[in-house]
T-cell receptor, first 113, second 109 residues
Framework: DGGITQSPKYLFRKEGQNVTLSCEQN?????MYWYRQDPGQGLRLIYY???????QKGDIAEGYSVSREKKESFPLTVTSAQKNPTAFYLC????????????FGDGTRLSIL | GQNIDQPTEMTATEGAIVQINCTYQ??????LFWYQQHAGEAPTFLSY??LDGLEEKGRFSSFLSRSKGYSYLLLKELQMKDSASYLC??????????WGAGTKLIIKP
């Protein structure tokens, strides 16, 4: 079945460590997004990519980095510069064309050790 | 600035009807989405409105008034499985979604 796969489901980060969250989709969607969700808050956009080898910063990009080397893959790295990384991270994608709803992966919950 | 407001929490009774309101202010407008999110899970799409009026989908309906910057999600014949957070998101002129904080709906027997 087509969908978006995020891994791992749970991730723990030590002080000073970079960690990478995986997001893979087999929907042939052009645009992919990374959001952060904190308790009691809406989704906040970290980065998005509308085409391979191109990506744009969202509202809270500081302390994060991404790459888009393949259409199917949009990994997010949480760097040591992100001082408060504990959150639920969601990856989403949409097809090209008219306005469409975003499809979401199951999310990765990141915590600090 | 861009802003979405919706109530933090609502409580309703199984079998009843509940209306969740959402007001928005965006730079340009390309429609309004409603998503359902169960605790610890990803949001799932419920509805999309871009024109004024009511869209009905089974037990769920969504209404939009562009002139008032207002939408609501109406849930009928509430079931226990409807206990979840309901997220309102408006699409701005750059086709980016501005998300509300979500309304946690608690259903009581």
């Amino acid at each position: 079945d087509g969908g978006i796969t995020q891994s791992p489901k749970y991730l723990f980060r030590k002080e000073g460590q970079n960690v990478t969250l995986s997001c893979e989709q087999n929907l042939n969607h052009d645009a992919m997004y990374w959001y952060r969700q904190d308790p009691g808050q809406g989704l906040r956009l970290i980065y998005y990519s509308q085409i391979v080898n191109d990506f744009q910063k969202g509202d809270i990009a500081e302390g994060y980095s991404v790459s888009r080397e393949k259409k199917e893959s949009f990994p997010l790295t949480v760097t040591s510069a992100q001082k408060n990384p504990t959150a639920f991270y969601l990856c989403a994608s949409i097809p090209d064309g008219d306005v469409q709803p975003q499809h979401f992966g199951d999310g990765t919950r990141l915590s600090i050790l | 600035g861009q802003n979405i407001d919706q109530p933090t929490e609502m409580t309703a009774t199984e079998g009843a009807i509940v209306q969740i309101n959402c007001t928005y202010q965006t730079s340009g407008f390309n429609g309004l989405f409603w998503y359902q999110q169960h605790a610890g899970e990803a949001p799932t799409f419920l509805s999309y409105n871009v024109l004024d009026g009511l869209e009905e989908k089974g037990r769920f309906s969504s209404f939009l008034s562009r002139s008032k910057g207002y939408s609501y999600l109406l849930l009928k014949e509430l079931q226990m499985k409807d206990s979840a957070s309901y997220l309102c998101a408006a699409m701005d002129s750059n086709y980016q979604l501005i998300w509300g904080a979500g309304t946690k709906l608690i259903i009581k027997p």
